[in-house]
């Protein structure tokens, strides 16, 4: 079992049957996507494509919370891939989830930060290896799948304690209505907050003869697929991932990464790298790919990227590029209106 590469992505055979099963013909996504036909039967597609994908369903769909709502509870278990089998059939709610973020790293370009605290448990969407976030649709339908797995893994309709959004994503209603709680738009992250007694509950789907036939396979591929990472390409996932925390240091990613600073300094500068090099490259693929969104504003990419200061910001981007991010983008919008009149 080969996992796909930081820029493939895999696309479950299922994807497209639940797409005929609300009524959205794949042939149709595609063409809206302006995607050859073949990608149907593409078992890997790069990130730009997949994006392209969803964003086309979107807007098929004509509203993001309608695309999202609909899809989340058509699609049939039947059709789910190994790694979501295994994580249906686990033992409680609190397994699945755990298993779906280990998993998770096999499958750009999301990934999934699980805390518990207290009466609640937040599950925060962030980016792996993409240079720009996904679609609002992909966001939605990845957030609502995790209450969707509680509900028929448990068989009670479980609601989560509160959801929020980064971009609009249509019809508010819509989605309080399938999440039963508040949702908010407009905020500093992608997140759906759960009740934590909630994860204490078992699974009816509980199968453990299947899980210790996909749990040693999955851990396998997983294993194989982090070897072939180089320590840099590690410490730049880390860092994708956790700019908008704030301040982040060797320290706190050489912990992650199970190694002390030593170390991990050590590993860096025999791959011919340092950590604030590493730090610096992220920070301007991030600025650079959030600034192409003209929905994001500039103190927002500035947050984004690990800057509380938005003056710092602009003076780290103008080393970087040789101007302000207002001008660069400006020019970027000139550059993509060139190449459509042309």
């Given at each position: ?60 769909v004509?509203?993001t ?10 699609y ?9 089998l295994?994580?249906?059939h ?18 750009p370009?999301?990934n999934?930060?699980?805390?518990e ?14 240079e ?20 028929r ?26 999440f039963?709680?508040r949702?908010?738009?407009g905020?500093?992250r ?6 934590r ?19 040693p ?26 700019l908008n ?14 190694m ?5 300094q050590?590993r ?8 604030k090099q ?29 800057y ?12 970087w590029?040789?101007?302000?991010p ?12 060139a190449?459509?009149?042309?």
């Open positions: 079992m080969n996992a796909p590469s930081a820029d493939r992505i895999k696309i479950a055979p299922g994807f497209w049957t639940g797409l005929r099963g609300i009524g959205v013909e794949p042939i149709d996504v595609a063409r809206q996507a302006r995607l050859p036909l073949t990608v149907i039967n593409e078992p890997l597609v790069t990130t730009a494509q997949y994006y392209s994908i969803w964003q086309a369903y979107s807007e098929l004509g509203d919370a309608t695309g999202i709502v609909k899809l989340a509870t058509a049939e278990t039947a059709q789910y891939p190994p790694d979501a295994a994580t249906f686990a033992r409680d709610y609190r397994d699945a989830l755990n298993r779906m973020a280990r998993y998770k790293q096999m499958c370009p999301e999934l930060r699980i805390q605290e207290g009466e609640q448990c937040s599950i925060e969407l962030e980016w792996q290896h993409a720009q976030p996904g679609p609002p649709v992909l966001v939605g339908i990845t957030l609502a799948y995790l209450l969707e797995l509680g509900r893994g448990t068989g009670r309709y479980l609601t989560a304690r509160s959801v929020e959004f980064i971009h609009p994503m249509g019809d508010v209603q819509a989605l309080e209505g399938y039963g709680c949702v908010r738009m905020t500093d992608n997140r759906i907050m759960l009740n007694d909630d994860l204490d509950r078992p699974f009816a789907s509980y199968n453990g003869e299947l899980l210790e036939i996909l749990t396979a999955l851990d396998r591929t997983l294993d194989e697929r982090q070897s072939h990472l180089t320590v840099s390409a590690k410490v730049k996932r880390i860092l994708s991932r956790c925390r704030g301040r982040i240091d060797i320290q706190s990613v050489a912990f992650e990464l199970g002390s600073d030593r170390t991990l050590r860096l500068t025999d791959e011919g790298a340092s950590f590493l730090l610096v490259q992220t920070r301007r693929e991030k600025a650079v790919a959030y600034l192409a969104d003209p929905s994001l504003e500039i103190k927002e990419v500035a947050f984004l990227v690990g509380k200061d938005q003056n710092s910001f602009y003076r780290a981007f103008r080393s590029e040789g101007e302000t207002a001008n660069w983008r400006v020019a970027q919008e000139h550059w993509r209106s190449l459509v009149t042309g």
